[in-house]
T-cell receptor, first 113, second 113 residues
Framework: DQQVKQNSPSLSVQEGRISILNCDYTNSMFDYFLWYKKYPAEGPTFLISISSIKDKNEDGRFTVFLNKSAKHLSLHIVPSQPGDSAVYFCAASVGTSGSRLTFGEGTQLTVNP | NAGVMQNPRHLVRRRGQEARLRCSPMKGHSHVYWYRQLPEEGLKFMVYLQKENIIDESGMPKERFSAEFPKEGPSILRIQQVVRGDSAAYFC???????????FGDGTRLSIL
Protein backbone atom coordinates (compact mmCIF):
# COMPACT_ATOMS: atom_id res chain seq x y z
CA ASP A 1 0.00 0.00 0.00
CA GLN A 2 1.89 3.04 -1.30
CA GLN A 3 0.61 5.92 0.82
CA VAL A 4 2.83 8.53 -0.87
CA LYS A 5 3.15 8.45 -4.63
CA GLN A 6 5.28 10.34 -7.09
CA ASN A 7 3.81 9.38 -10.43
CA SER A 8 6.54 10.85 -12.61
CA PRO A 9 9.77 8.84 -12.42
CA SER A 10 11.61 11.51 -14.39
CA LEU A 11 11.40 15.16 -15.44
CA SER A 12 13.59 17.14 -17.80
CA VAL A 13 13.63 20.97 -17.97
CA GLN A 14 15.79 23.70 -19.45
CA GLU A 15 18.04 25.80 -17.28
CA GLY A 16 16.27 28.94 -16.11
CA ARG A 17 12.78 27.49 -16.48
CA ILE A 18 10.47 26.28 -13.73
CA SER A 19 10.60 22.69 -12.46
CA ILE A 20 7.39 21.33 -10.94
CA LEU A 21 7.53 18.05 -9.07
CA ASN A 22 4.31 16.45 -7.89
CA CYS A 23 3.34 14.17 -5.05
CA ASP A 24 0.03 12.58 -3.98
CA TYR A 25 -0.86 10.94 -0.69
CA THR A 26 -3.71 8.79 0.51
CA ASN A 27 -3.41 8.88 4.31
CA SER A 28 -5.53 11.76 5.63
CA MET A 29 -3.68 11.57 8.95
CA PHE A 30 -0.52 12.99 7.37
CA ASP A 31 -0.03 16.56 8.54
CA TYR A 32 3.63 17.30 7.87
CA PHE A 33 5.27 17.10 4.46
CA LEU A 34 8.88 17.39 3.35
CA TRP A 35 10.94 17.40 0.19
CA TYR A 36 14.42 15.91 0.02
CA LYS A 37 17.01 15.98 -2.75
CA LYS A 38 19.36 13.06 -3.27
CA TYR A 39 22.53 12.73 -5.29
CA PRO A 40 23.96 9.29 -6.14
CA ALA A 41 25.93 7.67 -3.31
CA GLU A 42 24.81 10.35 -0.84
CA GLY A 43 22.04 10.58 1.72
CA PRO A 44 18.87 12.64 1.20
CA THR A 45 19.30 16.35 1.87
CA PHE A 46 16.40 18.23 3.41
CA LEU A 47 15.05 21.02 1.19
CA ILE A 48 11.79 22.38 2.50
CA SER A 49 8.78 21.35 4.56
CA ILE A 50 5.20 22.38 5.11
CA SER A 51 2.68 21.83 7.86
CA SER A 52 -0.93 21.05 7.05
CA ILE A 53 -2.03 24.34 8.59
CA LYS A 54 -0.41 26.12 5.64
CA ASP A 55 -0.92 25.86 1.90
CA LYS A 56 2.37 27.39 0.80
CA ASN A 57 5.93 27.68 2.06
CA GLU A 58 8.76 29.43 0.27
CA ASP A 59 12.53 29.31 0.72
CA GLY A 60 14.60 31.03 -1.93
CA ARG A 61 14.13 29.26 -5.25
CA PHE A 62 12.01 26.52 -3.68
CA THR A 63 8.27 26.74 -2.99
CA VAL A 64 6.07 23.93 -1.75
CA PHE A 65 2.30 24.03 -2.28
CA LEU A 66 -0.15 21.86 -0.35
CA ASN A 67 -3.71 21.11 -1.47
CA LYS A 68 -5.25 19.17 1.40
CA SER A 69 -8.60 18.56 -0.27
CA ALA A 70 -6.86 16.93 -3.23
CA LYS A 71 -4.20 15.29 -1.03
CA HIS A 72 -1.60 16.72 -3.34
CA LEU A 73 1.60 18.68 -2.92
CA SER A 74 4.08 20.09 -5.36
CA LEU A 75 7.59 21.50 -5.30
CA HIS A 76 8.41 24.42 -7.59
CA ILE A 77 12.01 25.31 -8.38
CA VAL A 78 12.50 28.68 -10.06
CA PRO A 79 14.80 29.25 -11.83
CA SER A 80 16.09 25.72 -12.36
CA GLN A 81 19.87 25.24 -12.43
CA PRO A 82 21.98 22.31 -13.70
CA GLY A 83 23.12 21.67 -10.12
CA ASP A 84 19.49 20.91 -9.23
CA SER A 85 19.73 17.67 -11.22
CA ALA A 86 19.08 14.94 -8.66
CA VAL A 87 16.37 12.58 -7.41
CA TYR A 88 13.67 14.40 -5.42
CA PHE A 89 11.72 12.57 -2.74
CA CYS A 90 8.47 13.66 -1.21
CA ALA A 91 7.88 12.47 2.37
CA ALA A 92 5.03 12.70 4.86
CA SER A 93 4.48 12.08 8.54
CA VAL A 94 1.79 12.16 11.19
CA GLY A 95 2.95 14.92 13.51
CA THR A 96 6.37 16.52 13.46
CA SER A 97 8.02 15.29 16.62
CA GLY A 98 9.49 11.84 16.58
CA SER A 99 7.48 10.60 13.66
CA ARG A 100 8.47 8.13 10.99
CA LEU A 101 8.61 9.45 7.42
CA THR A 102 6.77 7.75 4.57
CA PHE A 103 8.56 8.39 1.27
CA GLY A 104 7.47 8.44 -2.33
CA GLU A 105 9.46 6.57 -4.96
CA GLY A 106 11.29 9.67 -6.16
CA THR A 107 11.48 11.74 -9.34
CA GLN A 108 14.72 12.12 -11.28
CA LEU A 109 15.05 15.79 -12.28
CA THR A 110 17.45 16.67 -15.08
CA VAL A 111 18.13 20.34 -15.76
CA ASN A 112 19.73 20.85 -19.17
CA PRO A 113 22.12 23.77 -19.73
CA ASN B 1 29.44 20.96 12.87
CA ALA B 2 29.44 17.34 11.79
CA GLY B 3 26.33 15.87 10.23
CA VAL B 4 24.97 12.37 10.71
CA MET B 5 27.89 9.96 10.43
CA GLN B 6 27.43 6.41 9.22
CA ASN B 7 30.04 3.69 8.94
CA PRO B 8 31.09 1.74 7.14
CA ARG B 9 30.08 3.33 3.82
CA HIS B 10 30.30 -0.04 2.11
CA LEU B 11 29.98 -3.45 3.69
CA VAL B 12 30.31 -6.82 1.98
CA ARG B 13 29.16 -9.97 3.72
CA ARG B 14 28.66 -13.58 2.70
CA ARG B 15 25.32 -15.27 3.24
CA GLY B 16 24.92 -16.35 6.85
CA GLN B 17 27.29 -13.76 8.32
CA GLU B 18 26.36 -10.86 10.56
CA ALA B 19 26.28 -7.19 9.49
CA ARG B 20 26.67 -4.30 11.92
CA LEU B 21 25.89 -0.79 10.74
CA ARG B 22 26.73 2.24 12.89
CA CYS B 23 25.20 5.68 13.09
CA SER B 24 26.30 8.71 15.11
CA PRO B 25 23.58 11.37 15.13
CA MET B 26 24.16 15.08 14.75
CA LYS B 27 25.28 16.83 17.90
CA GLY B 28 22.32 17.63 20.10
CA HIS B 29 20.00 15.17 18.34
CA SER B 30 18.34 12.59 20.56
CA HIS B 31 16.11 10.89 17.97
CA VAL B 32 17.51 8.30 15.55
CA TYR B 33 15.74 6.64 12.64
CA TRP B 34 16.81 3.85 10.29
CA TYR B 35 15.54 3.53 6.72
CA ARG B 36 16.29 1.01 3.98
CA GLN B 37 16.34 1.68 0.25
CA LEU B 38 16.12 -1.26 -2.11
CA PRO B 39 17.21 -0.75 -5.74
CA GLU B 40 14.77 1.42 -7.75
CA GLU B 41 12.60 2.10 -4.69
CA GLY B 42 12.06 4.86 -2.17
CA LEU B 43 13.24 4.79 1.40
CA LYS B 44 11.28 2.57 3.78
CA PHE B 45 11.12 3.21 7.52
CA MET B 46 12.56 0.51 9.75
CA VAL B 47 12.93 1.71 13.34
CA TYR B 48 12.88 4.82 15.52
CA LEU B 49 14.96 5.03 18.70
CA GLN B 50 15.79 7.42 21.46
CA LYS B 51 18.60 6.87 23.94
CA GLU B 52 18.23 3.35 25.38
CA ASN B 53 14.68 3.03 24.06
CA ILE B 54 13.04 1.64 20.95
CA ILE B 55 10.07 3.89 20.23
CA ASP B 56 8.71 2.39 17.00
CA GLU B 57 9.99 -0.78 15.34
CA SER B 58 6.98 -1.42 13.16
CA GLY B 59 9.10 -1.36 9.98
CA MET B 60 11.64 -3.93 11.14
CA PRO B 61 11.52 -7.46 9.74
CA LYS B 62 10.37 -9.82 12.47
CA GLU B 63 13.50 -11.96 12.42
CA ARG B 64 17.26 -11.39 12.16
CA PHE B 65 17.09 -7.58 12.49
CA SER B 66 17.68 -5.62 15.68
CA ALA B 67 18.60 -2.05 16.61
CA GLU B 68 19.91 -0.25 19.65
CA PHE B 69 20.87 3.26 20.69
CA PRO B 70 22.85 2.92 23.92
CA LYS B 71 23.43 5.64 26.49
CA GLU B 72 26.97 6.04 25.19
CA GLY B 73 28.10 5.51 21.62
CA PRO B 74 26.45 5.21 18.24
CA SER B 75 23.20 3.58 17.24
CA ILE B 76 23.70 0.08 15.81
CA LEU B 77 21.58 -1.76 13.26
CA ARG B 78 22.40 -5.45 13.39
CA ILE B 79 21.44 -8.02 10.78
CA GLN B 80 22.09 -11.65 11.66
CA GLN B 81 22.47 -14.48 9.14
CA VAL B 82 22.29 -12.16 6.15
CA VAL B 83 20.61 -13.24 2.92
CA ARG B 84 20.87 -11.86 -0.62
CA GLY B 85 17.63 -9.91 -0.17
CA ASP B 86 19.26 -7.83 2.56
CA SER B 87 21.42 -6.11 -0.08
CA ALA B 88 20.37 -2.46 0.05
CA ALA B 89 21.38 1.02 1.13
CA TYR B 90 20.69 1.61 4.81
CA PHE B 91 20.24 5.22 5.88
CA CYS B 92 20.24 6.69 9.34
CA UNK B 93 18.59 10.01 10.18
CA UNK B 94 18.48 12.09 13.33
CA UNK B 95 16.44 14.97 14.67
CA UNK B 96 15.94 17.01 17.76
CA UNK B 97 12.74 16.74 19.73
CA UNK B 98 10.13 19.11 18.42
CA UNK B 99 9.25 20.60 15.08
CA UNK B 100 12.45 19.90 13.16
CA UNK B 101 13.09 17.80 10.04
CA UNK B 102 15.15 14.64 10.00
CA UNK B 103 18.70 14.91 8.67
CA PHE B 104 20.26 11.94 6.93
CA GLY B 105 23.68 10.36 6.78
CA ASP B 106 25.22 9.15 3.51
CA GLY B 107 24.21 5.58 4.15
CA THR B 108 25.83 2.15 4.29
CA ARG B 109 25.68 0.10 1.12
CA LEU B 110 25.37 -3.54 2.12
CA SER B 111 26.21 -6.18 -0.45
CA ILE B 112 25.63 -9.88 0.18
CA LEU B 113 27.69 -12.37 -1.80
Amino acid sequence: DQQVKQNSPSLSVQEGRISILNCDYTNSMFDYFLWYKKYPAEGPTFLISISSIKDKNEDGRFTVFLNKSAKHLSLHIVPSQPGDSAVYFCAASVGTSGSRLTFGEGTQLTVNP
Amino acid sequence: NAGVMQNPRHLVRRRGQEARLRCSPMKGHSHVYWYRQLPEEGLKFMVYLQKENIIDESGMPKERFSAEFPKEGPSILRIQQVVRGDSAAYFCASSTAGNQPQHFGDGTRLSIL
